[in-house]
């Protein structure tokens, strides 16, 4: 079964640097997305993609961060400026339609010290 | 604001115990529900969708109750393997995010 694939599985960072999350979606998805989950809270929703541009994005996903579609295979997520409280768990997620379930990359644990 | 509650629970039932789980939104144009569980440090996986006419795959079961704003997921006969976190999503508008609650609890014991 086709998956979503995220590296790395876990990047620990020094406070202020920048950091890139990269992301696989699966091939034939067209609707990309990017997610946090800090530790014992619930998933939230950074930012949406689709046709090589920003569909929505959320209070979370301020001037520090952006995506990028380099290629035709990778979707990435950089943080410029990292501080204490973007440590989290960085889900990728894509979809065919946009309508349907979006399925989830196994997430990138970053940790800022 | 744009708010999923569920109870955390958490839920510790015997294995083959009948289990239900129960959800409210906030947001009367969220068009799309999803069940996903979680386990622990890992990804959210799709367990099923939700739909008004109420929908079944195996042990489970969802309904969602649009006028009351309310879904639910039932598991009958649960497995140890059924242990997780099962997350209450909706989903805003044709290309929108996803909107998770907190999560509930299960444990199932043997």
């Known amino acids: 079964e086709p998956e979503v694939t995220q590296t790395p599985s876990h990047q620990v960072t020094q406070m202020g640097q920048e950091v890139i999350l990269r992301c696989v979606p699966i091939s034939n998805h067209l609707y990309f997305y990017w997610y946090r989950q800090i530790l014992g809270q619930k998933v939230e929703f950074l930012v949406s993609f689709y046709n090589n541009e920003i569909s929505e994005k959320s209070e979370i996903f301020d001037d520090q961060f952006s995506v990028e579609r380099p290629d035709g295979s990778n979707f990435t997520l950089k943080i410029r400026s990292t501080k204490l409280e973007d440590s989290a768990m960085y889900f990728c997620?894509?979809?065919?339609?946009?309508?349907?379930?979006?399925?989830f990359g196994d997430g990138t644990r970053l940790s800022i010290l | 604001r744009k708010e999923v509650e569920q109870d955390p629970g958490p839920f510790n039932v015997p294995e083959g115990a009948t289990v239900a789980f129960n959800c409210t939104y906030s947001?009367?144009?969220?068009?799309?529900f999803f069940w996903y569980r979680q386990d622990c440090r890992k990804e959210p996986k799709l367990l099923m969708s939700v739909y008004s006419s109420g929908n079944e795959d195996g042990r489970f079961t969802a309904q969602l109750n649009r006028a009351s704003q309310y879904i639910s997921l039932l598991i009958r006969d649960s497995k140890l393997s059924d242990s997780a976190t099962y997350l209450c999503v909706g989903k805003e508008g044709s290309q929108g995010n996803l909107i998770f609650g907190k999560g509930t609890k299960l444990s199932v014991k043997p």
């Open positions: 997620a894509s979809t065919w339609d946009g309508g349907g379930p979006q399925h």
């Open positions: 947001n009367s144009a969220s068009q799309s």
